[in-house]
């Protein structure tokens, strides 16, 4: 039996034997993502090694502070993790600064505007009071910095042209923690509207502007982001959660590289990066203090196994197969999207430069909610999502998203994407609309049912963790 067969067998055993539903969902769960076709953007199949190293006694340590300065005693393996973690991060991006800490994305973003509110806000306030530390400052003193920190604007794409909810939208922590102002795609071309984007920031005058996005299709050029930045003053945020593997990778370099033209950059670790579930921050040197305050001033205690399992995965993105699974992940998007296209599928800015595909639903009479439940009973996981001026709002939506870092990991190529493109255009065109509903929809169970068994065909010569069995 080979090394992650024993292992993972031996780890279900020891959990069946305290809660066999708790054993048996985890090896439901991957029999379930073998048997799905996984189009959904953000997700991916972490390494049996980036697994691996979550199950362990690393787990128990609290760790508050970071490398030799913590809270806690006795955080030499921590430290050593987290250490090795930060240097292959750094040499991953070619960054002078990482934080490994955060626990997802969302909490990399608050750490960012965290320190950059300390940095730009906090720390003039206390020149000017001649203090230290907030803490040393009068009530009165006090409560002039808060309103200071609680009124800073803040420049980021809209929720519906493809940014996150932490981007300053309204509900989040982000609209709450900043005075908002959006930037929008060219109705025209589905793309950034660079001069638009730079009339908005003179007007506006933001602290921070950020790029990056959840669901845009296309390149960025933060060259001239940070040129808009340093126009008006601005720090310039980068939110690469989405395509951090396509920076590993080498495909986003010179002026679609964010990281030598922001500030500060945020990432999740286990989209297109492919690590286990978690966030990070690289930064200018400038910043680096503030954003190792991160924990515990914005973060519960670092996690200490996820930190290994980072360290695993930036040191197998610092392979040369990395880059060629990035450059593969690429042309399987951009195969897909020409394969909608061949069959008149709408798509939001007309294609991909990315991992991923806007499809626009709204001419097959369906909602994005319809869509997604259809293609779901057709085996086919993709999910709804906002387009931009999104007549159905963010809820039912007008668009799917799909994208191809996970199909890629599992080894599918641009032949494959094509046979993709056709099952998603089947089950668009044979989805009927209720007109009683945006969420209900006809669709034929023998067409679904067809669908599901090419979509497993098309999976079946590339099993997934092919090493692992577990009986
Ligand atoms: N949930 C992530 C995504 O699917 O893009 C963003 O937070």
């Known amino acids: 039996m080979n090394v992650e067969t024993t292992a993972f067998r031996a780890a279900i055993e020891a959990v069946r034997a305290v809660e066999p539903r708790i054993a048996d969902a985890i090896v439901e769960e991957l029999h379930d993502q073998r048997e799905s076709l996984k189009l959904i953007a953000s997700e991916n199949y972490a390494s049996p090694a980036v697994l691996l190293a979550m199950g362990n006694w690393l787990s128990d340590k609290y760790a508050e502070g970071t490398v030799g300065r913590r809270f806690y005693a006795g955080c030499r393996n921590i430290d050593t993790v987290e250490a090795v973690a930060v240097e292959h991060a750094k040499a991953l991006f070619d960054a002078p600064y990482a934080y490994v800490q955060p626990h997802s994305g969302i909490d990399a973003n608050l750490v960012a505007y965290w320190a950059v509110l300390a940095d730009r806000v906090e720390v003039p306030y206390l020149k000017k009071f001649g203090k230290r530390q907030v803490n040393d400052l009068s009530d009165a003193e006090w409560a002039e910095l808060r309103t200071a920190s609680g009124n800073q604007r803040m420049l980021g794409m809209s929720l519906d042209a493809g940014g996150h ?31 638009a984007l730079r009339e908005i920031a003179r007007e506006f005058k933001p602290l921070v502007i950020v790029g990056g996005y959840s669901a845009y299709p296309r390149k960025v050029n933060f060259a001239t982001l940070r040129e808009i930045a340093d126009e008006v003053g601005a720090t310039f945020m980068v939110d690469m959660a989405h395509f951090a593997g396509l920076v590993a990778g080498k495909v986003f370099t010179g002026d679609y590289d964010p990281v030598p033209h922001a500030h500060i950059v945020t990432t999740t670790t286990h989209k297109s990066l492919r690590g286990p579930r978690g966030g990070a921050v690289l930064a200018q040197p400038e910043l680096a203090d503030q954003v190792d305050r991160g924990c515990p001033m914005v973060l519960g205690g670092p996690l200490g196994h996820v930190m290994a399992a980072k360290a695993i995965a930036f040191a197998e993105a610092r392979r040369p197969e990395f880059a060629t699974y990035a450059r593969q992940v690429v042309a399987n998007s951009q195969a897909l999207a020409e394969g909608l296209l061949r069959r008149d599928v709408r798509l939001v800015s007309g294609g991909t430069d990315n991992h991923l595909v806007l499809i626009d639903v709204h001419p097959f009479g369906l909602t994005g909610r319809q869509a997604e439940q259809a293609l779901l009973d057709s085996g086919v996981v993709t999910n709804r999502n906002a387009i931009p001026q999104d007549p159905n709002g963010a809820w039912y939506t007008s668009g799917i998203r799909i994208g191809t870092p996970a199909l890629t990991s599992r080894g599918l190529g641009v032949a494959e994407m094509d046979q993709v493109a056709d099952l998603i255009h089947t089950v668009l065109t044979g989805t009927v609309p209720d007109g009683s509903s945006k969420a209900r929809y006809h669709l034929d169970p023998a067409l679904a049912d067809r669908v599901s068994k090419q979509a497993a065909e098309i999976l079946a010569p590339y099993p997934l963790y092919p090493a692992v069995d577990l009986g």
């Not at 932490?166 to 793309?191: C, E, L, W």
């Open 165 to 195: 909810l932490t981007h300053g939208f309204r509900p989040n922590i982000s609209g709450k923690m900043f005075d908002q102002r959006s930037y929008g795609v060219d109705p025209a071309t589905g793309q950034i509207d660079y001069p």
